[in-house]
């Protein structure tokens, strides 16, 4: 009897990776303000932030400089999103509500994409504000069916790829304080060191080479072609498409591994 | 009755659901919290692991549990071997840790959902499943309030439910009556007594309470600095060590340092 192999199955992975999803998006439900006020900020991106470098000339090469942005919020928006994941988990740890996933046969990769997933979700709620407010902000947007596909695949992906990241730092630093510090640490370089607010061309040599390894630049690069109506594209969509992917593939592989020892 | 349909799991149960510990150890740095533990525990057997604090009653669960890799020695949990099947001894245990498991954020039937789903549960058997666990725990009532609002013992009795939908060849519960008042620590008890009963799976619990101890398991291991100090039914410690109470015995073997002239008169 013993050494029978006995596998679920794809069915039973899909269903206990969804179960994570979907009792991340109950809580979601019994607490819409949360997602209410993650809303805010973006907002207050495209507004005020928006509104004030429209007065700079020359940034965008002619372009409104509120078109040029309004991609690299979302992609913000879904990147400090995605960053709390970690946060979270070494929150459930601390309750002991982890520990109850851990003891269930669900494979680690499961319960991992599962976190991701709901990441997702979280994200694309964001994707929907971003794109009422730039709609009001007068930003020129694709209504093309196949682009607003691409820009929710690619929220879909950056968001598993950035909560599985911090998925990564919260298994190595293991505590709530430390990930606060490290999350800062790592949150604003991914930002500023990206082509989410102003384009490369204006920086430094050292500057431009690390925004070419950072995959936040390549989210934007791809929003910016897909959410914008004549948006275009600096390094090529199949590019955009297989950094993130691959990016992500890696940190779940990563975030697979490292997860168990949340729980030690 | 509700009970019929709770479903076979869908990973098959092996017959001797016995757990076999040989020599397991787990060392934290120079710290040995589990030192050379052996142990047999017979299917259905109600099994009890007392000792004082920081003794390695958790770290042991931990490990028995998948939760913590040991640094040496082997086990044989509900028919697997720990360090190589852990998914396969993990489909046929249950385990209660000492923290709040249950998510308070969620409602009870969504936290049964939820494990329903991780544990699969046949979709079609799921609805009556988890109406049976929670009928059988006493939740039926509250079972769409968030858990936050639950009683200590409410909680505790949903991660009861949890744990056991899978119907577990072994369940692990880790001090499940700490913090709960008399009249909670009854109602766990009497359910995960029923519980028991109706599944017939083996039960392995730490707990500081003498009298859960002694009210509840065929036997008991003393646990002391990592080691197994004593292990027998409540009866035949008492008469081996000749204490009238498992209290005296613990003080006896669990080194109550507590000099006489420091004892309050």
Not at chain 2, 39 to 66: C, D, Q, V, Y
Not at chain 2, 137 to 156: D, F, K, N, P
Not at chain 2, 245 to 258: M, V, W
Request: aromatic share 6%; with cysteine; net charge positive.
């Amino acid at each position: 009897m013993t050494g029978t192999k006995v596998g679920p199955g794809v069915a039973g992975y899909c269903t206990q990776t969804f179960a994570v999803a979907a009792a991340e998006t109950l809580k979601l439900r019994h607490d819409p303000m949360d997602l209410a006020s993650r809303a805010v900020q973006p907002i207050l991106w495209l507004v005020l932030f928006g509104q004030v470098m429209a007065h700079v000339h020359g940034l965008t090469g002619g372009k409104p400089y509120i078109d040029f942005l309004a991609p690299g919020v979302l992609a913000q928006s879904v990147l400090f999103v995605s960053i709390f994941y970690g946060l979270s988990a070494i929150w459930e740890r601390d309750l002991g509500v982890l520990h109850r996933y851990m003891v269930s046969p669900a494979p680690r990769s499961a319960l991992v994409i599962g976190k991701a997933m709901a990441s997702s979700i979280r994200g694309l709620s964001q994707a929907l504000v971003i794109y009422a407010c730039a709609a009001l902000l007068g930003v020129k947007l694709s209504v093309q069916p196949m682009h607003i596909m691409g820009v929710l695949m690619i929220t879909i992906i950056a968001s598993a790829l950035f909560s599985s990241f911090s998925l990564i730092i919260a298994c190595l630093v293991k505590t709530r304080e430390r990930f606060m510090g490290v999350g800062q640490f790592l949150t604003m370089p991914i930002f500023f060191a990206s082509n989410a607010i102003y384009p490369v061309q204006l920086m430094p040599g050292w500057l431009r080479a690390i925004v070419g390894i950072n995959p936040l630049s390549y989210e934007v690069d791809a929003l910016r072609a897909l959410m914008l109506d004549g948006g275009t594209s600096e390094l090529g969509l199949g590019l955009d498409l297989g950094v993130l992917l691959a990016a992500s593939a890696l940190c779940i592989a990563i975030a697979t591994r490292l997860f168990p020892r949340l729980t030690e | 009755m509700a009970v019929d349909a709770v479903p076979s799991s869908p990973f098959p149960q092996p017959a001797p659901p016995a757990l076999e510990l040989d020599g397991l150890t787990r060392r934290f740095g120079n710290i040995t919290a589990v030192d050379r533990v052996s142990l047999r525990i017979a299917a259905g057997e109600t099994f009890g692991l007392i000792g004082p604090n920081g003794a390695g009653k958790s770290t042991l669960m931990k490990m028995l549990t998948t939760l913590l890799p040991p640094s040496a020695g082997v086990a044989q949990v509900a028919g697997f071997d720990l360090a190589r099947r852990p998914q396969q001894v993990r489909a046929r245990i249950g385990y209660v840790p000492q923290l709040p498991s249950a998510d308070g954020e969620l409602t009870g039937y969504e936290n049964m959902l939820l494990s329903a789903r991780l544990y699969l549960v046949p979709r079609a058997e799921r609805r009556a499943t988890i109406a049976a666990s929670l009928d059988l725990m006493g939740l039926t009532e509250v079972q769409h309030r968030l858990v936050q609002t639950y009683s200590g013992g409410m909680a505790r009795r949903l991660e009861v439910a949890q744990s056991t939908m899978h119907r577990p060849a072994i369940l692990f519960l880790d001090e499940p009556t700490v913090g709960l008042d008399p009249a909670g620590r009854a109602t766990v008890w009497k359910h995960v007594r029923d519980l028991r009963d109706r599944i017939g799976a083996a039960v392995i619990f730490s707990t500081h309470y003498m009298e859960e101890a002694e009210d509840l398991c065929d036997r008991i291991a003393l646990i002391n600095a990592g080691r197994i100090v004593a292990i027998g039914s409540p009866a035949d410690l008492k008469t081996r060590f000749a204490a009238a109470t498992l209290d005296d015995l613990f003080a006896q073997l669990a080194g109550d340092r507590l000099p006489a002239a420091a004892m309050p008169s």
